[in-house]
């Protein structure tokens, strides 16, 4: 899985990935419902050029 794969995966279902020692619904749960395809492209676009 690519570090892109794994952000939209993480982003539209969040529970896919918990680190072990952390709870599951964490995160907020329905930005896979309420950002388009795109956004969420947009928003791993971003997150990949972090350091």
Do not use: R
Not at 34 to 45: K, Q, R
């Amino acid at each position: 899985m690519t570090a892109e794969e794994y952000l939209h995966q993480s982003i539209v279902d969040p529970n896919a990935f918990v680190v072990p020692g952390f709870p599951k619904g964490q995160m907020i749960q329905n930005f896979g419902k309420i950002l388009t395809e795109e956004e969420i492209n947009d928003l791993v676009a971003f997150l990949l050029t972090l350091k």
